[in-house]
């Protein structure tokens, strides 16, 4: 058995890349560190608590990741703080986690010679013009907007710089947005299908023109293990699965129908400051070097995707009930 560190385990994406790990690589033996923040729900993980190991901890704490790190083959890092809304309101949460936690995972990593596989976002890149005929890819130049992604940019630049200047074994991922079972209602897909579940509208930032590449986050797990399994140690990795769509015409538009409410039953509300406009991945070198191919494309494999994660929520009001009250406190509160 090879042994796994999965940071953020009980976050959204990295609590479904333990089941799929599980479930798709049982060769692997899971360790978990999660500081469980408001992000972090341990429930994610209760069909698996009994074959995974589970810490509690902060990936700052240096004392444990060392001695973790220690004890594994490889780690898996996506713990972070990952909103870009809660960024604009306390950035100090976003430099710690996502600075200084990274930076105790690369000591530890480099201290014990064990691989890491560092995730991060398309984010880092900035953004596109709505008609640019350009994709971000693994050369395009970091231009970061927000707190949040600019600790991102931070972290994947540190990565490189262990790399290269102390031979640490590191792959680096920057994938787009992710939806799919156990995502926080704080964000966008979840927000809207809960919303519409309690009968309120959908609320859409500012004229709902922005882009995003919209990945079902098994996708996004299938091809870190492709990287952890081929990737060039140094290299990184653009995962997207050309699944572009506007906020407001397709994606609000798509769940409202799907959840059998007219098309236009949704209201604007204020914009996020510095809200990026477009977003747009060219993950030709992941599907060229390593072979990967997302299972839900196009807009039919969106729609399969969305109608899943509509049905998970709809049969789960136990798991995001205790979190939607609060979050769209805060969310009125900034005029969202
Ligand atoms: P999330 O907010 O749902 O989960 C983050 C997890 O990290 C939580 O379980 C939280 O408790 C844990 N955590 C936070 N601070 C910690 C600390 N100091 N020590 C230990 N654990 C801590 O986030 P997510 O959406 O699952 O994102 C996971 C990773 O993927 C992040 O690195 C994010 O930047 C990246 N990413 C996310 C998306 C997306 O669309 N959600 C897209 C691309 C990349
Ligand atoms: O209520 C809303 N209405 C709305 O129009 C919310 C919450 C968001 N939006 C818009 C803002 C964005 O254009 O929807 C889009 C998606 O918003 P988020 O879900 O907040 O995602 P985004 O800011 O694009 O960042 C996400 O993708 C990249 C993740 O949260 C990051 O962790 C990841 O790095």
């Known amino acids: 058995m090879k042994k796994m560190l999965v940071t953020g385990g009980a976050g959204f994406i990295g609590s479904n890349f333990v089941h799929y790990t599980l ?16 992000a972090g729900n341990p429930a994610n993980l209760s069909a698996v608590l009994d074959k995974i190991e589970f810490v509690t901890g902060d990936i700052c704490d240096a004392e444990l990741i060392d001695r973790l790190v220690a004890d594994t083959d490889i780690v898996v890092h996506f713990a972070a703080e990952s909103h870009n809304d809660n960024s604009l309101k306390d950035p100090y949460p976003f430099v710690e986690t996502n600075i200084i936690g990274t930076f105790r995972i690369l000591e530890a990593v480099r201290n014990h010679g064990k691989r890491l596989h560092h995730i991060s ?4 890149f900035g953004d596109l013009e709505l008609d640019d005929p350009n994709r971000f890819k693994e050369t395009t130049p970091y231009n970061p907007s927000s707190p949040y992604s600019a600790t991102k940019a931070g972290s994947d630049h540190l990565v490189r710089a262990w790399i290269r200047s102390f031979g640490v074994q590191a792959t680096i991922s ?3 947005n992710n939806y799919g079972p156990f995502q926080h209602v704080e964000k966008f897909i979840p927000r809207q299908i809960t919303e519409i579940l309690e009968d309120r509208q959908p609320k859409l ?3 709902g023109e922005n882009v995003r590449d919209w990945i079902h986050v098994d996708d996004h797990n299938s091809a870190v293990h492709l990287i952890i399994e081929k ?5 990184t990795y653009i995962i997207g699965a050309d699944n572009d769509h506007t906020n407001n015409k397709m994606v609000i538009e798509m769940i409202l129908e799907l959840m059998g409410k007219p098309r236009d039953w949704y209201e604007h509300v204020n914009d996020r400051p510095g809200h990026d406009l477009r977003y747009a991945m060219d993950s030709s070198k992941l599907h060229s070097e390593l072979g990967w191919e997302p299972q839900f494309t196009d807009n039919n494999g969106m729609e ?3 109608q899943e994660t509509i049905d998970w929520y709809k049969a789960n009001p136990d798991w995001w009930k205790p979190q939607k009250a609060e979050t769209e406190a805060k969310y009125k509160a900034a005029g969202h």
């Open 205 to 207: 930032y500012g004229t």
């Open 23 to 38: 479930k798709n690589h049982p060769d692997y033996q899971v360790t978990v560190i999660d500081k469980l923040t408001y």
């Open 231 to 235: 990737g060039k140690i140094g290299d």
């Open 121 to 124: 976002t398309d984010e880092v």
């Open 174 to 176: 920057n994938c787009s």
């Open 304 to 306: 399969r995707g969305l």
